[in-house]
Structure formats: C-alpha cells, structure tokens
C-alpha cells in the first residue's frame, strides 16, 4: 500500500507533541495550590529584577531577591519557599551560593531568637527592695539578703554567686569589699576577675 508521505509527522512536530506531554505530565505532579503559590512568586521576582535592572535568570539575582525577603522580616519559611519555587521555574538560579545564603539566614534568627529567650530583664531597685523586706530575721534569711545584695551589685550570674567562697571575699579599707570572681561563663580561660563593692553611706 503506497505510504502518503505528506501524512507522516514531521520530527519537529513530534518533538514539539512530546514536549507537550511532558509538560502536561509534570503539572500533575504539583497541586494546584502549590502551582498558583510558584506563579505568585515568580511574579514577585520578576517585579524584583525589573525594578533593578537585575538578570532574572542569574543565581546573584535570586540570593540578593532573598536577602531583600530577610531584610523585609518574611518568615523562614516563607524565604525557603520563594527559593524552591523559583529554582523549580528557573533551573539557572540554582547555585550552591544560595543555598549556603539559606543556612546562613536561617542560623542567624535561630541565634536571634535564643539570645532573646535567655536575656533575662534587669532587677529594679525596688523589686530588690521589696524582696529583701520579705526576708525573714533568720540566718538563713540573712544568708540570702547577703547573696541578693551582692549579686545585684556585682551584676553576676548566679552561678558566680553560688561559687562564691569565704576566701574569695576580702576587705579593703580604702575600696570596700573586694570579690574573687573565679569562673565565669565567659571567662573561657579561667583567669577569674576581681568586683569591688564599695562601702556605702549610712543611711544610703
């Protein structure tokens, strides 16, 4: 049976129907939530490069666009989600640089956020005041009026203050009370330092 030549696809058209079927194959394999967050997203991008003159497709591009998302306070989160759906879009903005950028944003808030949990707010006067009026007039309570008291003046960490000994406490009659602070968490040398708490006024 004689073959109609002008019937056969030609390979250009064949590509271009493969091409197709890939396409359509590769959207199902993303919800179309998370298609309409990637075009949102590279829209926000786009926007970004335009306005600063800034090659779309370049790796640079990306980490100075997520840079300005750290900058602006976006979430984590959200700063992860804009890199993979524009490296998902845009292949040549994957680069080992913007990964190394992500790690970095994301240990310096995690620092962040543990320096603001463990910084503790300052004793007022009064607070100390009214603490030390509820001791009672025992040893133990005098014990403890002492400890508060030098505490709050030497600005100490507890664990200085606990490590205290008899030893380390000496009077000087010009200066006042002289305190050997041995250990401390950011003496790493063990060096200690020596806190002078002068004498006060009668009264004072």
Same mark, same amino acid.
């Given at each position: ?16 129907? @493969? ?11 993303? #919800? +179309? ?7 949102? /997203? @590279? ?6 490069? #335009? ?11 990306? #980490?100075?666009?997520?840079?300005? @998302?750290?900058?602006?306070? #976006? ?10 759906? @524009? ?6 903005? &994957? ?6 950028? =992500?790690?970095?944003?994301?240990? &310096? ?10 910084? +503790? ?20 309570? =005098? ?10 003046? =030497? ?16 009077? /000087? ?13 950011? /003496? ?6 020596? &806190? ?9």
């Amino acid at each position: 049976m004689p073959t109609d030549i002008a019937a056969i696809p030609s390979v250009d058209a064949q590509i271009a129907t @493969l091409d197709g079927a890939v396409r359509d194959s590769l959207l199902h394999t993303r #919800a +179309a939530a998370t298609r309409t967050a990637q075009a949102s /997203d @590279l829209r926000r991008f786009a926007a970004f490069a #335009a306005s600063l003159g800034l090659d779309a497709t370049d790796a640079t591009t990306l #980490a100075r666009y997520l840079a300005h @998302l750290d900058a602006q306070g #976006a979430a984590t989160a959200t700063i992860r989600r804009h890199a993979s759906s @524009l490296q998902t879009c845009i292949p040549s903005t &994957a680069h080992p640089a913007v990964t190394a950028l =992500l790690d970095g944003i994301t240990r &310096a808030r995690a620092s962040q956020r543990q320096h603001k949990q463990q910084q +503790a707010a300052a004793l007022e006067p009064a607070q100390l005041a009214t603490m030390l009026r509820s001791l009672p007039a025992t040893l133990a309570g =005098l014990r403890t009026r002492a400890l508060l008291l030098l505490g709050f003046t =030497l600005g100490c960490r507890e664990s200085e203050l606990v490590a205290l000994e008899v030893a380390d406490l000496a009077h /000087d009659a010009q200066r006042g009370l002289l305190v050997t602070i041995r250990h401390s968490k950011t /003496d790493q040398h063990g060096l200690g330092r020596l &806190a002078v708490v002068p004498y006060g006024r009668p009264g004072a």
